[in-house]
Nanobody, 124 residues
């Protein structure tokens, strides 16, 4: 599975961005898709994840109510709609695919495939 993330950019606090992750390769294999982020000098952290059917979602507490994850399996694409952005959301955002279970959606080690990352910068 190859992943290509896009949609990052610079936005003012309170603004919105939509990230897109396009998957290619064996995308019919029911992978869980997730978004992670890594700010400068910090470890990569979980943001959100969605199972194949779209019926189970998970969000980090820091983004609940502001970010929305969705997927379109017909297009092998997952989205992350980000609203009410804050300066602390500034990071490189990575999409990932793996075989995480409903209980392990937020665990970085459950993801086997990673995109190249897209930079989101939120100015105050």
């Amino acid at each position: 599975v190859q992943l290509q993330a896009s949609g990052g950019g610079m936005v003012q606090a309170g603004g919105s961005l939509r990230l897109t992750c396009a998957a290619s390769g064996r995308t019919d294999s029911g992978y869980v898709m997730g978004w992670f982020r890594q700010a400068a000098g910090k470890e990569r952290e979980f943001v959100s994840a969605i199972i194949w059917s779209g019926l189970r979602l998970m969000y980090a507490d820091s983004v609940k109510g502001r970010f929305t994850i969705s997927r379109d399996n017909s297009k092998s694409t997952v989205y992350l709609q980000m609203s009410s952005l804050r300066p602390e959301d500034t990071a490189i955002y990575y999409c990932a695919a793996g075989r995480a279970t409903a209980e392990t959606l937020g665990e970085i080690n459950e993801y086997d495939y990673w995109g190249q990352g897209t930079l989101v910068t939120v100015s105050s």
